[in-house]
């Protein structure tokens, strides 16, 4: 994409931060959640953010067919652990890990509802398909007051 206009920011596509101190801010998004994004307690880090996406887009996507197999009342966690190379300031790797009670399940159910896992997140996590296939990041740097612009 070599477009270069602003996407236009609505409820459904955007969401927003602001700056509450040195290094700290506060995201909102149009249903009223926010989250403390910093280094400090109580905040979570960017790179954090990105992780906890990525873990629970992959666990709602796939909530449909745990619960078939395991009940509408089944306990989980999810986590992701990255590699990070240090040099270029980035994730080389990210592995999302599903947590469960799996004990009654057989070998054939464990492999038929593993299958039905993949290909739910395949069909429905937007944040692991950004990820894999990449996405322009553009930055737009705009004045909150530009008739003070000469």
């Known amino acids: 994409m070599s477009d270069t206009s602003i996407i236009t920011p609505t409820e459904t596509n955007s969401v927003w931060a602001e700056r509450t101190g040195t290094r700290q801010y506060l995201g909102h998004n149009a249903r009223g959640a926010e989250v403390r994004v910093g280094s400090g ?76 896992v993949d290909a739910a997140i395949e069909r429905s996590c937007t944040v692991g398909h950004t990820l894999t296939k990449g996405a322009e990041v553009r930055l737009h740097l705009l004045n909150d007051h530009p008739e003070d612009v000469d």
């Open 41 to 116: 307690p109580g905040e979570f880090s960017p790179g954090e953010l990105l992780k906890i996406a990525l873990a629970t887009c992959n666990t709602l996507s796939a909530d449909h067919r745990l619960a078939k197999a395991l009940g509408e009342d089944f306990e989980a966690n999810v986590i992701c652990a990255t590699l990070k190379h240090e040099e270029e300031e980035r994730y080389q790797a990210m592995d999302v890990q599903i947590v469960t009670d799996l004990s009654a399940l057989t070998g054939d159910q464990l492999a038929t509802l593993s299958q039905r």
